[in-house]
């Protein structure tokens, strides 16, 4: 049977990778994905699975799902140009993503799907640094995070449990790695943006505080407190926490391995490793 | 809900270039065809994206009108612009 081998909570900044190609491989950026690249391949996954939130791209307002899975043997990525990041074909695992969604309607999750799709930097940032070969099949779960009403943040993680049942009850033997993508507290293109910035962290301490609750495994405190208002008053992004929710939803309620802070960007670098 | 014609002309500056080059070469011919309300003409036309958020336009998605320098923006005047906003504290525009 497929099996849970780690989770990773990983940001997903459009500008990282022209960064890491202007400032080099000792740049704080590149040392911290650098890290986290280490601990995936350590982990020999042979899927990702990774929860995310679309940026208006794969969607739009004209139909946005609040879950959402993409079912392909493939899909392209970056459909939004992000400075310095190639144009990768990403496989996929559509018989997996399909019994997903299959178990995830089952159990009371309405996911939508999406078939010959391309994904934003949201997705494709992270593997950018991760896994840069693009080997590794990745399946992308959309979670609404940017457009309120929000899903509510037990919800989500309870969405992660049903993912990860649904995995497990997948007969191949597969070594599978949960990611959750995005930030604590950001600003992108709001009146709280920093001056002279594109974007902003309203909210440092909200940010400090995910962390601290990440790292103290208090799970059900950072579900009890992460409410629409509160990801909202933490930036107009600030509802990419719900991907993190959902990934710790699917490993279970673990120590971290470490939750590197990036507190300049709102977000952190984070490993769940065990066995 | 015609600020959804905004939102949408907003991510179609990033996705079509064709469209991309019309609205740097000249605004007001690229906008011509497209239902907007005369407000929010007047505004992209102005570049006024701080009166298009109180409307109702995603900042995300404006945002896209800096980075490709259309309707006179870019991101310095974009950022002072939407800076000059006033909100609540989870961001809706007050008066």
Redesign the interface.
């Known amino acids: 049977m497929a099996k849970i081998v780690a989770g990773f909570g990983v940001p997903h900044t459009p500008i990282f990778p022209h960064f890491v190609k202007r400032d080099g491989p000792d740049c704080e950026i590149a040392k911290l994905f650098g890290a986290q690249k280490e601990q995936l391949a350590a982990m020999r996954p042979d899927l990702i699975v990774m929860f995310d939130t679309d ?3 794969t969607f ?3 139909a946005l799902p609040i879950f959402a899975i993409g079912i392909d043997k493939s899909f392209r990525a970056p ?3 992000p400075r310095d990041v190639p144009n990768y074909v990403v496989p996929s695992l559509p018989a997996l993503a399909a019994h997903i969604r299959a178990a995830a309607v089952t159990a009371g999750y309405d996911v939508a799907m999406t078939q010959h799709f391309s994904v934003d930097h949201s997705v494709i940032v992270p593997l950018h640094f991760l896994t840069p070969d693009m080997k590794i099949p990745v399946v992308p779960f959309f979670i609404s995070g ?2 309120p009403p929000l899903p509510k943040a037990e919800r989500c993680y309870a969405l992660g449990q049903a993912v990860a049942r649904a995995i497990e009850a997948w007969p191949e033997p597969l070594r599978v790695v949960v990611m959750g993508s995005g930030s604590f507290s950001l ?7 920093a ?4 974007d902003g962290v ?1 909210d440092p301490d909200w940010a400090a505080r995910v962390i601290k609750l990440l790292d103290d495994q208090k799970i059900d405190q950072l579900i009890a407190e992460s409410t629409q ?1 509160r990801m ?2 933490a ?3 600030g509802g990419e926490l719900l991907n993190w929710i959902a990934m710790l939803g699917a490993i279970g309620n673990r120590k971290p391995t470490y939750v590197a802070p990036q507190m300049q960007n709102g977000h952190a670098y984070g490993v769940w490793t065990w066995n | 809900m015609s600020i ?1 014609a905004v ?2 002309l907003c ?1 179609e500056v ?2 079509d270039h064709a469209f991309r080059a019309a609205m740097k070469a000249d605004p007001a011919t690229a906008l011509a065809p497209l239902e907007l309300s005369d407000e929010e003409r007047r505004c992209l036309l102005a570049g006024d994206v ?1 009166q298009l ?1 109180r409307m109702g336009a ?6 896209y009108l ?2 490709f320098e259309v309707c006179g923006l870019n ?2 005047i ?2 002072q612009r ?6 609540d ?3 809706q ?1 007050v008066a």
């Open positions: 940026h208006l791209n739009f307002l004209d459909n939004d140009e940017h457009v600003e992108v293109g709001g009146p709280r943006m001056a002279s910035r594109a309203p208002h909202l008053k930036g107009n992004v | 959804f939102n949408y991510r990033l996705r701080g958020y995603n900042g995300f998605l404006m945002n800096a980075r991101a310095e974009y950022n939407m800076r000059a906003v006033k909100v504290e989870i961001g525009p």
